[in-house]
């Protein structure tokens, strides 16, 4: 089946791979055949596929499969060396409840995280180590971003995960018991005293600057990573994962 440049499917494509959102539908476009993949096998529903003239149809079955010209579909590709495939998913809606329900919770809180692959990592990460969810704080990048998406390689399809204001996220937690603990080279308490058996939610700063007095104010510890002190700090998706390795050595 062939459709326009500028038929709506297109339109809204372009649209929410340039603002890092859903489609109007609720839609999620992923690029590449190994994450529209990932999608399926995670049991996400597929519903229109795009394929360059040429390539050859992924083995899924969507509501509908568009051929595109090599000029139209270069309009909506987002990277630079395509692959020639790109879907659109209907990716599911998390709530607090997938987040923070499981006990003992093992949670990933990003304050204003800019970098996409950051998050992305941070997400496959905290499926790999057996977090139970991650929270996007305002000011963090879209979990519907496409370089999230890329960098996730596919645990954005499974993770629970959901965006919330500061307080609001401190507040639920609060409520379920769970403990705030956020990072810092300064921090007094080494990740491998703090007993990761019991309900955590781990409170990753911005990359430029760190945990806010705000956010601070919220932590029960704050916690560091030993490293030689040559280095200043670890990148935010490192730190993370080697919290997130300790926490599941621990639990182990």
């Known amino acids: 089946m062939e459709i326009g440049k500028n038929s709506r499917k297109l339109v809204e494509i372009r ?119 991650c929270v996007a704080l305002r000011g963090t990048v879209s979990f519907h971003n496409s370089k999230v998406i890329r960098s996730s390689a596919g645990s954005v399809f499974r993770l629970p995960h959901i965006s919330m204001e500061l307080g609001e996220a401190m507040r639920a937690l609060r409520s379920r018991g769970i403990a705030v603990v956020g990072t810092a080279p300064t921090g007094t308490t080494a990740i491998g005293e703090w007993d990761w058996d019991k309900s955590t939610a781990v409170l990753i700063g911005n990359e430029g600057s760190g945990l806010n007095s705000e956010e601070l104010a919220y932590c029960d510890a704050l916690l560091r990573i030993p490293h030689k002190a040559t280095v200043e700090s670890l990148n935010s998706a490192i730190a993370a994962a080697v919290i997130l390795y300790e926490a599941s050595k621990q639990r182990q």
């Open 15 to 133: 649209k929410a791979m340039r603002h890092g959102a859903l489609t109007s539908d609720g839609l999620l476009p992923v690029e590449g055949p190994t994450l529209l993949a990932e999608a399926a096998r995670s049991g996400v529903e597929v519903v229109d596929v795009f394929v360059r003239k040429g390539v050859s149809i992924p083995g899924v079955q969507p509501d509908a499969i568009y051929e595109l010209p090599a000029a139209v579909f270069k309009s909506i590709q987002n990277t630079e060396h395509s692959q020639g495939v790109i879907a659109t998913v209907r990716p599911r809606e998390f709530t607090l409840g997938d987040v923070a329900s499981c006990s003992p919770a093992l949670l990933m809180i990003l304050g204003r995280l800019q970098d996409p692959g950051n998050v992305g990592t941070i997400l496959r990460a905290s499926e790999s180590f057996g977090a139970t969810g």
